[in-house]
């Protein structure tokens, strides 16, 4: 069956990326993920139903499980131990391993609980909520689409197949770069948009050069056309990249 | 409708994948390289600018600046 995009799937098609390592190897279980809105009740005597307005949105990932793995830089223990703010993203392949428009949750948060569980297979038990005072821009919206997916080591420029948004959207949007693999090259990393297809644009430009592994959030303004995609243009060196956008 | 022979100078860069060319930030560009309704759409959107307005209309238009 040919990969896709859309339909049910299982959580062991799930990929996640925290800043520069890819945890997707260490990962077990993922509790829940996304926005929860505070909430005012408004309602008043003549109000038919309870009538509410919604404050701020916290954004989270709770109850993820990995496997414990101390290997220098990659492994997940290494990664997890230090509390800090993690650039997060969690791909949703669809009955295989996501791919060029799949869905994805990407948001900055914040370490809340690291707690080891050594029961039974030594597990990492994380928590996190964000974003935390370093991400003060960071916007509500936390649902993107995969542009590249960091499972294939790129050696050559690539030019990301394009994902369809069915419409132009004028909000701006983020995006998320994972850079977990580089051998010291020199790259420039730009997400594109084009509202045909055909002719393209660079939208955003990272600041990382692809000569370290690296996590980056790039913000931009405006007008984000139709279709988007990924142009990494290689000068020297192979590197493995993940890469969303979030439209605002 | 621009004329056919408006310049306009990208302000960021830019593929046109039909003809496999490339375009930094500050090349000028016509028609001949992205068609209009793209470049009008670049001019809107800030990714391009007109910096010469041209005079020459293609055929299909009523002529009315052919010289």
Redesign the interface.
């Known amino acids: 069956m040919a990969n896709v995009t859309t339909g049910k799937t299982h959580p062991r098609h799930f990929r996640l990326f925290l800043d520069e390592v890819n945890l997707s190897g260490f990962s077990r279980t993922v509790g829940s993920f996304g926005s929860s809105y505070a909430e005012a009740e408004l309602t008043g005597w003549s109000s038919g139903v309870k009538w509410y307005n919604l404050g701020q949105p916290t954004h989270q990932l709770s109850g993820y499980q990995a496997v414990f793995d101390n290997t220098a830089a990659l492994g997940s223990f290494t990664e997890l131990k230090t509390r800090e703010e993690y650039l997060v993203t969690l791909m949703i392949g669809v009955k295989a391993a996501p791919i060029v428009g799949s869905s994805c949750f990407c948001a900055s948060l914040e370490q809340k609980n690291f707690i080891m569980d050594a029961s039974g297979p030594i597990l990492l038990n994380v928590d996190l909520i964000g974003p935390g005072q370093t991400e003060l821009t960071l916007v509500e919206k936390v649902w993107g689409k995969v542009l590249e997916m960091g499972a294939t080591s790129r050696t050559a420029t690539l030019?990301g197949a394009s994902v369809d948004n069915g419409a132009e959207s004028t909000g701006g949007a983020e995006g998320f770069l994972h850079i977990t693999v580089s051998d010291g090259g020199t790259w420039s990393l730009?997400i594109?948009d084009s509202?045909?297809?055909?002719?393209?644009?660079?939208?955003l430009t990272f600041a990382a050069d692809g000569s370290a592994i690296a996590a980056e959030r790039k913000a931009v303004a405006?007008?984000v056309?139709q279709y988007t995609r990924v142009?990494f243009s290689r000068t020297s060196g192979a590197i493995t990249v993940a890469c969303a956008i979030v439209r605002k | 409708m621009m004329a056919n022979d408006t310049k306009y100078k990208m302000l960021v860069g830019a593929n046109n994948d039909k003809k496999g060319t490339r375009f930094e930030a500050g090349a000028i560009v016509t028609h001949k390289d992205f068609s209009k309704s793209t470049l009008e759409h670049w001019v809107n959107t800030g990714r391009a600018e007109i910096v010469e307005e041209g005079e020459k209309n293609g055929k299909r238009n009523n002529g009315e600046n052919a010289s």
């Open positions: 030019t730009k594109q509202p045909n297809d055909s002719d393209w644009t660079d939208l405006g007008t056309d142009l």
